[in-house]
């Protein structure tokens, strides 16, 4: 029996969780679980959770158990951790004794040291580092709504165990048709989505303007453009790659994006929730410290919040 856990299924975790439960009925040998709270997983217990998709419509997706305590869980063959980063800490301590030797951890939440902070608290396992390209939302409770992006996990080797690959997940996931891409080097790829989010992340919850209004006004363009740039030399400083197209790509995605488009920390922020503050401006601060890198526009930005 494989059993396999989606910690949090909010807009991300609800759709990949949502999606993989397309195969319980042909794998009677897998069991599936959704870690939720609240209103969200009252709903997601009594009428099972609605997906709603832009390509493949609207769906009831039926986990074999939905609960708030990660502690009804049993020994974990995979895990998708799909929390945010504030959260994350908490939810370690409590995963940890789910996990054994060959458990595929495979984070799917924003930040560029997620790794590492796994590592931290959860000795046992394989560590995928991973990131998620896919625009959904809880639209109200017990249901995730899917609008854009391009719905793919980006997922690569764990450095400590270059020498496993969890083929059997990748199996269930073409079966589930979750879109993934492999890459040797998935450090490369998780800065290249945290160039943008991070950047334009800011710079939206700072001045309270949508993706479109950012663009559209030379002076909020060239801020965000900055901001990448400060990232990028934060992110050479720590051995990654990133080259000058990467940058050019990050910033301009942006223009892609319907004109109203909020982005997901702003949206926290505008609400007066926790929000990802950390995540996006101290922990580039404190790594452009560090490095003792001026970051100009950064220091600027991020006192505004």
Known sequence: MKHIAFIGVGGVG???GGKMTSILSNHKDIKMYFIARGKHLEQIQKNGLVLKTKAEGERICTSTLATERIEDLPMLD??????KAYDLESVLFRLKDCIKEETAIIPLLNGIDISRRIREIIKKGIVYPACAYVGTHIESPGIVSQNGGDCTIILGKDETLPQ???EWVIQLMDEAFIRYKWHLNCEIEIWKKYLFIAAYGLVAACLGKTLGQIWEEEQTREMTLEVIREIA???RKEGVEITDEMVMEAFEKAKHFPYETKTS???DYEKGIKDERELFGEAIL?????HSIKVPTIDQLYPLL
């Not at 404190?286 to 560090?290: E, F, I, T, Y």
Request: charged fraction near 20%; include cysteine; proline fraction near 4%.
């Open 164 to 166: 496993y690959k969890p």
């Open 265 to 267: 920390f702003q949206r």
């Open 286 to 290: 404190r790594l452009a410290k560090k």
């Open 14 to 16: 609800g759709y990949f």
């Open 78 to 83: 995979a895990c998708f951790i799909a929390v």
């Open 233 to 235: 030399s934060v992110g």
